[in-house]
């Protein structure tokens, strides 16, 4: 029994035609068993004991054909369906490979991407800023890095706008700094403590606290708030898309970033 579960598609159709040829066959010889029976004429007559034995064997050939059309035809199913369900894995399988190379593709698209700002974190900006807040910071990035440079001036334009809604004039607010050890490629939004800063506008570092949460709450990745305190600056500073070379890191002497 084991011998038979083990044999291959190909024996196993071997095995099911033969099967149905020998039913064929002992169906044949069972048919001419019965008329020799049952013939009237004489010379049928004398082989009667012949056409015993023939639908005998006919009777015994159909029992063991029609049993290994049964046993062969399941066995060729188990078979087909054994094939049907791997064919289905590997579909699956190759399926989930593309799936993954899909969605690798998109992360990866989405890592190239520029950043831009959302009309959400626009709003965000504006609302914890206030038209005379942006009026008097400043965004600072390098046209160097012309990805950052475009996202600086997402945040220059919406600053300028929400100036404008305060009425005050459509200041420039962006400035262009090439890469040096003290500044590195990216944008900062910058606030300086100068005569302009009036008293109820609170400290530019809480401020610029404030602006960090709210930005990175809204999606937006900050690394962090670099103050200087002999210039008397504080920046946020929402780094370059791809992290800068070593060289090009914030000089520590200058800038004491909390991140």
Known sequence: MGYFFSLSKFATTSWLDWSEIILLVSGLVLVVGIIGEYAKSDRWKRHHRVFEVLVIIGVCGELLADGGVFLFSSHLQTISDAELAAVTKKAGEAGERAS???????????????RHLSDKQKHVLCSVLSPKRANLAEVTSSAQDPEAWEFANDFAAEMRRCSISGGFDPAGHLGNSPWSSDVVFGVWIRFSKNPNWPADLGKPELIAT???????ASGVTVEGISKQEARGLVDVYIGPRFPPHADELINSKNANRQP
């Open 210 to 216: 404030t602006l960090r949460k709210a930005l990175e």
């Open 100 to 114: 993954a190379a899909d969605l690798a593709r998109v992360k990866l698209e989405a890592s190239m991407a520029w």
